[in-house]
């Protein structure tokens, strides 16, 4: 209804700047310039013509109309669901569906494939032993502290109130498991390099490496810097980078070769 | 008539736990541990009351375990199935980038051999000049710099002695790490070092006076009044290590106890046993400051039986996990 009411009055307006534009005839594109105002134009201008200025009532409703106009826009827009940000471990790279990569399956004797079989299930037989033997394990323990709180609750309440309240010190409890090699004493570690980016969709990605050549991903950019400058970005509250992959770590820290098959 | 009734029942129910405690542990193997009935007031009640009245008498003794610092080596079945999941793999895999260039690179080896080649036919803009076998040597020359600690130790020392013997000169092996050499020798039979044994977890003993021998056993002490049976524990603890040994008691709760009746000799009015409760903690990272104050022993769990009391040791055996 507002904007029908609105339209007629544009309508109207428009017309009038009509009329006023044929009386000013050539001279028009000269009105606007304050400098140079013929004579002609003066009798004919809005405050001689003392016609009230109607463009304050205008402005503010056509100003409202636009801003209503882009709400509306807004909410449409809102009303889609946001686009999720892709999981790129979840695509899987052109590079490993290339066909030049694919390794020639070899044909395996009776005997071999036989000695494998029989070695899966010796190898599960070994694991169940060994978890059943952990259960046990756990249940003995478990048993042992429950005589322990039994005896202790015979003798005193009150340290065994003592002894049932969680020790809020405890967690987060951390320990460094085994590793391959026990450490080096007073070792001191060379600092690798770090690179942080940024991936398409705005999150930062980070990886730190050793200073071996990083190929950059498309729609990726990366800058790089020492560790230490990248450890102390990250203590910056509000800097933190989203998403991390750490690629292979070749920094050499104390505790070397973690645990692996080799 | 209320009063008599109560006696007999606790009588009877005390009779109940010795049979049951007496069966646990096992008839002949207890030393002092006797079957007789103790007479209690009820259970329930403040600890004043409950501590005047309860013939045991408290202690707490603290568990103390090295976690094991190197993975264990593994079994032969273990090996084995390591090797055969390796091989799946490698079957499974796809090429990698490294071998792809491996490839062309014997690839342009077997070209240039031949009969036929002309130099310039091949595009040489922008060809690396590294080989793909030199990126290989470099890679292996870096982890050849690197000297990690010696993981089986004691052999090291044995090699490098004979090699001196058959010289008759200084090794030209220099490494990194300079260890005095009753270091590395030995240091698995050396009892009293807590870097014995890297892959198994060790359990701290300590000898100490009990009645009227000394016996090795995890280091106790005897309960304060004002003072939770933690804190007596870390007491424990702290009066047979030294200063520099840092701990984590892993929670409020013992994991453990064990009781026993001291010798009729020795029974007072107020203790006629005494009740030891076990807590757990943890080695944390460090070395040691100063030389402890009694003499101690890290052993693995299959050790305890060499050092233990027979009784002592079925209490103890249930809650050190050797997993």
Known sequence: ?262 | MAAPCRKMASRSFSRLLCYFSSTAVGSGACRRFSVTPIDRATPLGSTAADRATSPWSLMAAVCLQRLPVISADCSPIEQRFKQMLQQMELEKSLVSDHELRLLEDAEKMSRRQAADYDSDEEDRGDQEIMMTQDLEDTWEQRLKNFHPAPRVRGQWRRGLVKVRKSLGVKSTRTSPVSLPYSCLADVDEDLSSAQRCLADSLVLLAEQQVGAEKLWLLPQAAWQEGETLRQTAERALDSVTAAGVKATFLGNAPCGVYKYKLPKAARTEGSVGRKVFFFKAILADGAPGSAPTAPLLWVKKSELQEYLKPAYMTKVDRFILNL
């Open chain 1, 1 to 262: 209804m507002s904007s029908v009411v609105s339209r007629c009055i544009f309508g109207v307006l428009s017309r009038q700047a009509a009329t006023s534009r044929l009386f000013l005839g050539e001279c028009n594109p000269a009105v606007q310039s304050p400098w140079f105002s013929p004579v002609a134009t003066l009798k004919t201008s809005a405050p001689l013509r003392a016609e009230p200025k109607k463009k304050k009532k205008v402005d503010p409703r056509r100003e409202l109309m636009v801003r209503e106009r882009l709400k509306k826009k807004l909410k449409k827009l809102e009303r889609v669901p946001p686009e999720f940000i892709p999981i790129e471990d979840f695509i899987t790279p052109a590079k490993c569906l290339d066909e030049t990569r694919v390794r020639i399956p070899p044909t395996l004797s009776f005997e071999e494939s036989e000695s494998r079989a029989l070695l899966l299930k010796e190898w599960s037989r070994y694991k169940q032993e060994q978890h059943m033997a952990e259960v046990e394990a756990i249940e003995l323990a478990l048993e042992a502290q429950k005589e322990a709180l039994e005896e202790l609750k015979m003798e005193s309440e009150e340290l065994y109130r003592a002894a049932l309240t969680p020790d809020p010190l405890l967690l987060p409890f951390t320990h460094e498991g085994p590793a391959y090699t026990p450490p080096i004493p007073n070792y001191d570690a060379p600092d690798g390099k770090a690179i942080v980016g940024s991936s398409q969709h705005g999150h930062r990605v980070a990886a730190v490496l050793s200073g071996e050549a990083v190929r950059k991903a498309p729609g990726h950019r990366i800058k790089r810097m020492e560790t230490q400058q990248y450890l102390s970005l990250q203590k910056k509250p509000g800097k933190q980078p989203v998403a991390l992959q750490t690629f292979r770590i070749l920094r050499l820290h104390r505790w070397q070769l973690p645990t692996h098959s080799d």
